[in-house]
């Protein structure tokens, strides 16, 4: 009975990463800058790869998509942070919120998945080079970049299906810039015991076994390389390996930290701050590090822009 005369927030205010105007102001042009690089970077990425005939490869394939997912993950969080900023309106519809969630977890889950497949793929062309070829096969491209995006389906669902039977009667202030499961949760006034669950066992697929995977990889990686003769090719893959090491650890030491750890060591600002990590930082640094450090992406990118520059002429 009590439950059937609670009513349901029709709306959340999204507090943001600052309610102070004058620092509103700094984030603004700070993340608008940030988004921009971001789009930009990651867009041309995908240009320039589907642009090239010479990038038609297992790798680049998978960068491709990595930056398509880059973009999508950072257009789905920072531009409404950006809108509500300059509006100074901070609110957000209850299906609107789901639908922010529902794609945040939907790319973020597909960003987990395609880091771990593509240190798989450097770990095939440098540990087993011979086999690389074989190993690597179209069909095995397509499926290995397929599947995510059906686990992602399927497991972003069933956190929006689960969330939908919750009921909010309580305040309806997120400590967030946006909706995202944790803060939603705490909102609640219904159990939330099988919400909290679903989240750290898909928290335990899509982060831990990944990581897992990925340091293996690089342990095999790294042993491949000590063995190369050349005192300048090992000092060109160690550094290679420890830009993407840094990317890795950067977004699944932070993303760990949020859903894994117990709630009694979180605290909303440090919850905010891991987010800026994973939605904005390293989909930003990723052009960087996939396109500055690889000789041929770059060949393709100034290629494009040179199209581009003698089209519009």
């Given amino acids: 009975m009590e439950l059937r005369n609670q009513t349901s927030t029709s709306e959340f205010i999204l507090l943001g990463l600052s309610e102070n105007p004058e620092q509103e102001n700094l984030l603004f042009a700070l993340f608008l800058c940030m988004y ?39 257009t789905n969080t920072v531009p409404k942070m950006l809108v509500n900023i300059q509006s100074r309106s901070k609110s957000i519809s209850y299906p609107c919120c ?16 395609l880091i771990a497949v593509m240190v798989y793929d450097r770990f095939v062309a440098i540990c087993h080079p011979l086999h690389y070829t074989t190993t690597m096969s179209p069909l095995l491209c397509v499926v290995m970049a397929v599947s995510p995006w059906v686990f992602s389906f399927f497991i972003s669902l069933t956190h929006i299906l689960l969330m939908v039977r919750l009921v909010f009667c309580g305040s309806n202030e997120i400590p967030h810039y946006f909706c995202d499961l944790t803060p939603l949760l705490r909102l609640s006034c219904t ?15 899509v982060l831990s076994i990944p990581f897992i995977c990925i340091l293996t990889s690089y342990a095999h990686i790294t042993m491949a390389i000590m063995k190369v003769p050349s005192a300048n090719g090992r000092k060109k893959a160690f550094s290679t390996c420890s830009s993407h090491l840094s990317v890795v650890a950067l977004l699944y030491g932070t993303t760990i930290r949020v859903y894994l750890c117990p709630s009694s060591v979180r605290t909303a600002m440090k919850e905010k701050a891991s987010a800026v990590m994973y939605t904005a ?7 960087f590090i ?12 100034k290629n494009l822009i040179s199209k581009k520059i003698t089209s519009s002429s």
């Fill in 36 to 74: 921009l690089v971001t789009a930009m970077g990651n867009l041309l990425i995908v240009l320039a790869i589907r642009s090239d005939s010479h990038l038609q490869t297992p790798i680049y394939f998978f960068v491709a998509n990595l930056s398509l997912v880059d973009f999508c993950l950072t």
């Fill in 290 to 301: 996939y396109s500055l450090r690889n000789r041929d992406l770059k060949g393709a990118l």
């Fill in 98 to 113: 789901l639908t922010q969630m529902y794609f945040f977890h939907f790319f973020g889950i597909m960003d987990s998945i």
């Fill in 281 to 287: 930082v390293t989909p930003m640094l990723n052009p």
């Fill in 191 to 205: 159990d939330t015991t099988m919400n909290k669950f679903f989240v750290f066992i898909v928290a335990g697929m």
